[in-house]
Nanobody, 129 residues
Framework: QVQLEESGGDSVQPGGSLRLACTGYGFTQAYYNIGWFRQAPGKEREGVSCITGRDDRTYYVDFAKGRFAISRDSAKNTVYLQMNNLQSEDTAVYYC??????????????????????WGRGTQVTVSS
């Protein structure tokens, strides 16, 4: 079965770190752009970061620059999102998806569920003291 699966979400205190993983099953993830998104309660889904297929170029939205790092381990068919200095406003469900909008003009804009071929089910990140 072709699918993406997120893991690594947890509850942490402000200033803490987490590493999320997005693992692909049934396909070679390295050939695909993969994006990380998040959705907080009552808010729209927004892009966080993405990595391009084959050449692994990385892109971030402003709030992620300097705190988050996206990377890929092709041997594990997995894309990671390392998140440091987490704050309460980072509390959200984090999703990964194949992302055809990943590239030099990346803005993190969410184009709606039908514009992305594959989604994971999400992993909860809670930042609270």
């Amino acid at each position: 079965q072709v699918q993406l699966e997120e893991s690594g979400g947890d509850s942490v205190q402000p200033g803490g770190s987490l590493r999320l993983a997005c693992t692909g099953y049934g396909f070679t993830q390295a050939y695909y752009n993969i994006g990380w998104f998040r959705q907080a309660p009552g808010k729209e889904r927004e892009g966080v970061s993405c990595i391009t297929g084959r050449d692994d170029r990385t892109y971030y939205v402003d709030f992620a620059k300097g705190r988050f790092a996206i990377s890929r381990d092709s041997a594990k068919n997995t894309v990671y999102l390392q998140m440091n200095n987490l704050q309460s406003e980072d509390t959200a469900v984090y999703y990964c998806a194949t992302d055809n909008f990943c590239g030099p003009s990346y803005s993190g804009r969410y184009y709606g569920p039908d514009e992305y071929d594959m989604w994971g089910r999400g992993t909860q990140v809670t930042v609270s003291s």
